[in-house]
């Protein structure tokens, strides 16, 4: 049995990323916690990919801090943040091993393993594809496969960078779905987007992002 997730806050303070002489990301500040879907929006090359990628630890930024903590403010592990990106990473192997792989690599307990893959691949209707090679599954369900993977790592803040674009009807309302439900129990999520119409379902809150800043932050 997995134990309850524990919930963080994500604080990037000041980000700026140069990439060939040129400033992608200009002074962002943006804060995820667990008050809903926090929505960020903004045109391709607007800065939004490289500004996730700094939260996530996956890039380095110029300037600026990123600051992960729980409750009572005391620094979290990078490990805690779940990542799901437009074009999921699916490994030569089965659906089950592509999920057995991510919690042996955050050092999920073996006995937790196999309630925690099959639980997370039945939130997402795919535990008949569990034995079945990852690259045979369509985008949709190698998509809804990501998230069941990175959910099943039970994450303390996730972020989700154009994670429907281009899907099915289905795959995009199993993922929102999805997506909602875990928002309301408390996860912090960041939901990157340049569909407003979507925004609207989901966020409690839009980050207007363009040309590397931050631009205006509302409630919708």
Not at 128 to 150: I, K, P
Request: hydrophobic fraction near 45%; charge should be positive.
């Amino acid at each position: 049995m997995s134990k309850k997730p524990t919930y963080l806050t994500l604080k990037g303070e000041g980000l700026g990323l140069k990439r060939d002489s040129r400033m992608v990301v200009s002074n962002a500040d943006i804060t995820v916690s667990s008050a809903g879907v926090t929505g960020l929006i903004g045109a391709n090359g607007s800065g939004k990919t490289s500004l996730v990628l700094m939260l996530a630890g996956l890039a380095v930024p110029d300037h600026g801090v990123v600051n992960l903590t729980d409750h009572a403010g005391r620094v979290a592990s990078r490990k805690q943040i779940g990542l799901m990106m437009q074009k999921p990473v699916i490994m030569r192997r089965s659906v089950y091993r592509n999920c057995e792989y991510v919690l042996s690599a955050l050092n999920i307990p073996v006995s937790e393993r196999a309630d925690r893959i099959m639980a997370g691949l039945a939130m997402m209707e795919l535990e008949h594809y569990a034995q079945q090679d990852a690259r045979t599954l369509s985008s949709g369900e190698q998509q809804r496969m990501a998230l069941a993977r990175v959910l099943m790592a039970s994450p303390g803040v996730l972020l989700c960078d154009e994670a429907t674009s281009n899907l099915d009807p289905k795959s995009t309302q199993m993922i929102e779905a999805v997506i909602m439900d875990k928002a309301a129990a408390g996860l912090p999520v960041l939901w990157v987007t340049h569909n407003l119409a979507q925004l609207r379902r989901l966020a409690r809150q839009v980050i207007f992002m363009q040309k590397g800043e931050i631009l205006a932050n509302q409630d919708i």
